[in-house]
Structure formats: C-alpha cells, structure tokens
C-alpha cells in the first residue's frame, strides 16, 4: 500500500490506538469453517513484530489517538497514553494516509 502512495520507508509513521503493533486479520472462508486451512489463533495472522518495523524504518506510535489534522501547516497532533499519563505530541507530514 505504501508503495502505491509512492512514500518512502523511512518517511512512515503508522498511528494507532492499539496496544500491539498492527495485524492483518484473516478472511472467515468456508475452508477455514471446514477446517482446511490454519486457525487464526494457531498462527494464521500476519503480525509484524516491532523489530522488522523499525528495520523498515516505520515509525509506530501506539496507544495513541489523533486529536486534530492541521492540513494548512501539515501536522498531526497526538494525544498519547502509553505510559498511564496523557502526552501530547505533534507529528509534520508530507503526505498524510487515512
């Protein structure tokens, strides 16, 4: 996806209000009710562990919510609770993904 959108690794900042680093869930199919394919808990998501993020140089802010998109000076404000207390961070962009 990225790719398409032409942006550079080391330009990637993905914001999220999860706990863990982003998956990719997979599709309920009829071979996966039949049993034919792998379960979902025995490894048939796609995780991507926090290393090979930052071996990919993709910045992953997690346990945070975008408060505000400032498109006229290009900034993302941040509201973070990571650590248990509310942070605030600001966040410039060249290209901004939805």
Request: charged share 30%.
């Amino acid at each position: 996806e990225l790719c398409f959108h032409k942006i550079e690794k080391e330009q990637c900042c993905v914001i999220s209000m999860e706990q863990a680093v982003p998956y990719e869930r997979p599709a309920l199919t009829k071979a996966y009710i039949r049993g034919l394919v792998e379960s979902p808990k025995l490894g048939g998501m796609h995780c991507m562990d926090m290393e090979t993020l930052m071996r990919r140089r993709v910045d992953v802010k997690l346990c945070s919510k975008v408060t505000r998109v400032d498109l006229e000076t290009r900034e993302v404000y941040l509201e973070s609770t990571r650590f248990g207390s509310a942070l605030d961070d600001v966040i410039a962009f060249k290209k901004l993904v939805i």
